[in-house]
């Protein structure tokens, strides 16, 4: 496969290849671009691991936020707390992974049938879910089941009816913002009498805060059978069926129960952090098992690794989230803070992608093959659309289904990214900064909307110079993007003023902003040309 092997493989539409174009990476314009790529990605590199060098003068004010590594005799900054949470527990993730598979396998040889099917695995998946969730809540475990049992109420009880959905939307976003205000709740504050529950949290308290993802499956669950209740006739799927059916197709009613709705809101693998599957899709890989090659799981074993170690190289030679954190940037260039903040979404990125990555790769070791999450690399990016459809895929995938395409979709494209990108903003976090963020990336999505309108590539694409105008928009887009990104993830508000003053302030703002820019514009036309490569190899991923 060449270059384009690095690729993520995803299901993706069948494309018309007849009129793909020849490949522009033997020209002299893209010898150059490549050229310039060698001498500026390595500049990129150096100038973090210099500002986090003992000698410069802003390290005193990140030391203390370092702590001892393990290469080369490097401190590593393992202060962002996210990450350090799931990298200081990967060994016992990774043991409580292996017991799940052993005692899977175990089960699947003592009650296997002669069905072909996996339905017969379901009652250990939730039996092992219920032993999980007790270990990790404890006593909370009963404030998640009250919760479970209320949705599941509600969506058995009114079926077909349009109170249904508006009732679990209600239910869910009044849940989301319970959980916030009251942190978990106390037994105590409901019955001083039960006050001795709180004395068994579990070995993660906080489970509101990883309880967004549940609400994502409570409503996943509620929807999928609504439309069940509403099909006339029931969908007859193939001997196969591919990942945009399995999340079309319905299920006989029966199979809509208590236990299934258990079994997936619980899934163990997918429990904390995903990916995201909808019910459909859930009991659909046990219906009617998909084939996961030991090939791609080994491949897909060898990527996790990868992502790990290049993250932590980063963390032992780039303290820019210690930087960021103690806002270490005094007398620091324009460029030097760039590379801050780009270095900091980097990180955002790979502190994302490897606990997805993490589960996933259970998931498939057990047989279920849930959405790929990152398909794209944070810096392989520059449409604001296709962004959001590689970033957190499987949330986008869920985004689409109970969200976008209900409020009318394409219909009235910019009031409904404003709508969804609220919700997501208040999904992640109820605070005014995300809120900030999610209005900031609906804004930037409209540039680029007005611009495939009024520029349409069926019109002007076969026009030479179409390309560098697109690569022209892009590079704003880019722009945009991580602007809020920063804002959302990373500095805040504060934190850009203070960039922005930096970079068009002063004449050194300027001038880097300029060679930034263009810089930009290269990297821009090489990303064109990796997907007319994926093109010309039968890829096409629309983003």
């Known amino acids: 496969m060449g270059l384009v092997g690095l690729t993520v493989k995803i299901p993706s539409p069948p494309r018309n290849l007849d009129g793909k174009k020849l490949s522009r990476w033997g020209t002299l314009e893209f010898r150059f671009y490549i050229a310039l790529a060698c001498v500026v990605i390595p500049i990129m590199f150096w100038i973090p691991i210099n500002l986090s060098s003992p000698s410069h003068p802003n390290y005193p004010y990140i030391r203390a936020r370092l702590s001892e590594g393990w290469l080369f005799g490097r401190n590593i900054d393992n202060s962002d707390a996210q990450y350090r949470s799931f990298r200081n527990n990967l060994p016992v993730l990774t043991i409580t992974a292996a017991l799940y598979l052993l005692l899977k396998f175990a089960w699947s040889i003592f009650s296997s049938k002669t069905q072909q099917d996996r339905m017969h695995l379901i009652p250990f998946n939730l039996a092992f879910s219920i032993l999980n969730l007790l270990a990790l809540h404890g006593s909370s475990v009963l404030k998640i089941f009250a919760i479970l049992i209320i949705n599941f109420i509600i969506g058995k009880s009114f079926r077909g009816s349009k109170a249904g959905p508006l009732l679990t939307w209600v239910f869910n976003i009044a849940v989301l913002f319970l959980n916030d205000r009251y942190g978990g709740y106390h037994f105590s504050d409901v019955l001083p009498q039960l006050e001795f529950l709180d004395d068994y949290p579990g070995l993660y308290p906080r489970w509101y805060i990883i309880f967004n993802i549940t609400m994502l499956r409570l409503i996943s669950f509620n929807m999928d059978y609504y439309w069940a209740c509403k099909r006339t006739e029931p969908l007859q799927a193939g001997n196969t069926i591919n990942e945009k059916q399995r999340q079309a197709y319905p299920h006989p009613d029966d199979l809509y129960s208590f236990a299934y709705y258990l079994s997936y809101v ?69 460029a030097e803070i760039g590379m801050i903040g780009f270095w900091n979404l980097m990180i955002v990125w790979l502190k994302l992608l490897i606990p997805w990555r993490f589960f996933r ?114 590079v704003f887009n880019m722009m945009m993007m991580m602007s809020a990104n920063l804002v959302g993830f990373v500095i805040g508000l504060d934190g850009l003023r203070f ?32 997907r007319e490569e994926e093109l010309r190899k039968g890829i096409y991923h629309r983003c």
């Open 266 to 334: 619980l899934y163990t693998p997918l429990y904390i952090a995903g990916p995201i599957m909808t019910f459909n899709d859930y009991i659909w890989q046990h219906r009617r098992p998909t084939s996961v090659p030991r090939r791609a799981v080994l491949g897909y074993l060898c990527r996790f690794l990868i992502c790990c170690l290049t993250m932590e190289f980063i963390l032992h030679f780039m303290y820019v989230v210690a930087i960021k954190d103690r806002k270490a940037w005094l007398g620091d260039t324009p």
């Open 361 to 474: 790769l259970w998931a498939l070791m057990d047989g279920i093959d849930p959405p790929e999450n990152m398909i794209r690399c944070m810096a392989n990016n520059y449409s604001a659309t296709g962004f959001w459809r590689s970033w957190h895929r499987s949330y986008n995938l869920w985004i689409i289904r109970y969200i976008y395409i209900p409020l009318g979709g394409g219909s009235n494209v910019f009031l409904n990214s404003l709508l969804v990108f609220s919700f997501v903003a208040l999904w992640h976090d109820l605070t005014l900064r995300l809120l900030v963020w999610g209005w900031l990336v609906s804004l930037f999505i409209a540039p680029e909307l007005l611009a495939r309108y009024f520029l349409p590539q069926s019109r002007y694409g076969d026009k030479p110079w179409y390309r560098h105008a697109c690569a022209l928009g892009a």
């Open 499 to 530: 960039f922005l003053d930096q970079l068009f302030g002063t004449t050194q703002g300027l001038l880097f902003l300029v060679v930034a820019f263009f810089c930009m514009f290269v990297g821009v036309q090489l990303m064109f040309e990796y």
